[in-house]
């Protein structure tokens, strides 16, 4: 399941480039990413598509909805009207909500993935499993000890190596 979201549903509802992450970016984003921190929109390169998003998420809420609403049409058409009706604010809520976490996992999802995709190119002999957190711990110690930019690959390289 996770693969298909990986490979039709996530391309489908994202544009990206095809420009590689500089490893400030990269680095900046992973840190963001193991904090927890919201990321839409601070991915470089990458833009969600809100219509094909909301399109994906009535399409996976049908999925589930109809064949619910099926099983108790008897049931619901003996409810009063008035019970129906906030029925229908609390699912109309309950949507909205299940979309901001669907949108927001999908966001996550994407910056996972871009994340690896440049980990393969700024530490190709590191695994990212392995090694994401320390580098977020050597990047807040890099900016603590302001180091600039030209110096911050030899710098993290340099304290993988020793540790």
């Known amino acids: 399941m996770l693969a298909f979201i990986d490979k039709t549903i996530i391309p489908f509802v994202t544009r990206s480039n095809d420009q590689p992450l500089l490893l400030r970016e990269l680095l900046e984003i992973n840190k963001n990413h193991d904090d927890g921190l919201k990321l839409e929109g601070k991915i470089p390169g990458l ?10 998420f009535l399409i996976l809420w049908n999925i589930i909805l109809l064949p619910l609403s099926l099983l108790f049409h008897k049931e619901l058409e003996k409810i009063d009207c008035h019970l129906l009706i906030i029925l229908a ?16 996992w999908l966001v996550d999802r994407m910056a996972t ?3 690896k995709e440049a980990w393969q190119n700024h530490f ?3 695994s990212y499993e392995k090694h994401h957190l320390q ?7 890099a900016l603590d000890k302001d180091v ?7 710098f993290m390289m ?6």
């Open 135 to 141: 580098v977020t711990g050597l990047y807040r110690e």
């Open 124 to 126: 190709p002999h590191f």
């Open 158 to 163: 340099n304290r993988l190596a020793e540790e």
């Open 113 to 115: 993935q871009r994340i």
């Open 89 to 104: 604010i609390l699912f109309t809520g309950m949507f909205f909500g299940t979309y901001m976490m669907f949108k927001e």
């Open 148 to 154: 600039p930019h030209k110096e911050l690959y030899l």
């Open 47 to 56: 833009k969600l598509r809100i219509g094909r998003t909301i399109l994906v």
